[in-house]
């Protein structure tokens, strides 16, 4: 039996009143996947999520997050939901570990070693003021808060800013075990490499709009093609710009690189006309994907 969606909107709006905001959102996010929620600052990510959490009432629309409504049931849903802001501000002159256990009592208690788990995990420095330590730091902090009572759906808006590479790699290995343990990740970023890397389905807003919801394997599939073919002499480009389905072709010295959708029958024949050394694919990272949604006429 499929399990309920832990988030579902439907004309989720929110009206700033500036051209900013949120228009329409119908969107779904299963249990137990990362989804990601792509979007440039001011697209409207940040807005969703505080929907979501209603720490902002919507214009038009609902939302339910794990069963509940987000407005009428918004207190179970904070006791069940892990939220790393992307403003996140904690209390300057206390230091990390205070911190955290004022928050644990929030919460009614967290199982202590969990939280320890996590602190070490991070590496996170939490027996100084929180005043004195690095933005990087004090997300550690952040992301030990949001996970360490081992909620059922975490929303995370720009989760690793600031962190250093290691403790992104251990911050990514812990979505993965969250996700196998059939817990959901919102995550919600315009890092695109982090999206790419991590994330099971992903969606990408465009001024407050959906444009697309999709896995990074679909989107891949239906995206522009290159090849790069390396003759033994110098081809002109030329020579592929007029066939089927290429889009565009430059050459560099004794390499070609032809961009196409669809077949690349057309390209291959023609290449092998010359004398190939090699060919090599180059696939659209997901930056290009994402920016091509917001080109000008993009949907």
């Known amino acids: 039996?499929?399990?309920?969606?832990?988030?579902?909107?439907?004309?989720?709006?929110?009206?700033?009143?500036?051209?900013?905001?949120?228009?329409?959102?119908?969107?779904?996010?299963?249990?137990?996947?990362?989804?990601?929620?792509?979007?440039?600052?001011?697209?409207?990510?940040?807005?969703?999520?505080?929907?979501?959490?209603?720490?902002?009432?919507?214009?038009?629309?609902?939302?339910?997050?794990?069963?509940?409504?987000?407005?009428?049931?918004?207190?179970?849903?904070?006791?069940?939901?892990?939220?790393?802001?992307?403003?996140?501000?904690?209390?300057?002159?206390?230091?990390?570990?205070?911190?955290?256990?004022?928050?644990?009592?929030?919460?009614?208690?967290?199982?202590?070693?969990?939280?320890?788990?996590?602190?070490?995990?991070?590496?996170?420095?939490?027996?100084?003021?929180?005043?004195?330590?690095?933005?990087?730091?004090?997300?550690?902090?952040?992301l030990v808060q949001a996970f360490m009572h081992e909620p059922e759906l975490l929303i995370l808006d720009e989760p690793i800013a600031g962190l250093d590479p290691l403790v992104q790699q251990s911050f990514h290995a812990l979505l993965a075990e969250v996700s196998a343990q059939g817990r959901t990740v919102f995550l919600s970023s315009h890092t695109l490499s982090e999206v790419e890397r991590v994330t099971h389905r992903l969606a990408i807003l465009r001024q407050g709009r959906l444009v697309v919801v999709d896995s990074v394997e679909n989107l891949r599939r239906v995206a522009v093609q290159r090849l790069e073919i390396e003759f033994a002499s110098h081809v002109p480009a030329e020579e592929f710009r007029s066939l089927p389905a290429v889009t565009a072709a430059t050459s560099d010295g004794h390499t070609v690189t032809v961009s196409f959708e669809g077949s690349a029958d057309a390209v291959v024949k023609a290449a092998a006309t010359h004398e190939v050394r090699a060919i090599r694919p180059r696939e659209d990272d997901l930056e290009e994907i994402f920016l091509r949604y917001y080109r000008d006429g993009a949907p």
Do not use: C, W
């Open 1 to 142: 039996m499929a399990h309920p969606p832990v988030i579902s909107t439907h004309g989720l709006s929110k009206d700033y009143g500036s051209g900013r905001g949120l228009v329409g959102l119908d969107l779904e996010v299963r249990r137990g996947e990362v989804f990601g929620f792509l979007g440039p600052n001011g697209a409207g990510k940040s807005t969703t999520l505080r929907l979501l959490l209603d720490l902002i009432r919507p214009t038009a629309g609902s939302a339910r997050v794990l069963g509940l409504d987000s407005v009428r049931d918004s207190l179970e849903i904070r006791r069940r939901v892990g939220f790393l802001p992307g403003d996140l501000v904690l209390y300057p002159k206390l230091t990390g570990r205070v911190v955290l256990d004022y928050l644990a009592q929030l919460r009614g208690g967290v199982d202590r070693r969990v939280r320890d788990e996590l602190i070490e995990r991070f590496d996170a420095e939490v027996d100084r003021p929180v005043r004195q330590l690095s933005t990087g730091n004090r997300q550690k902090l952040g």
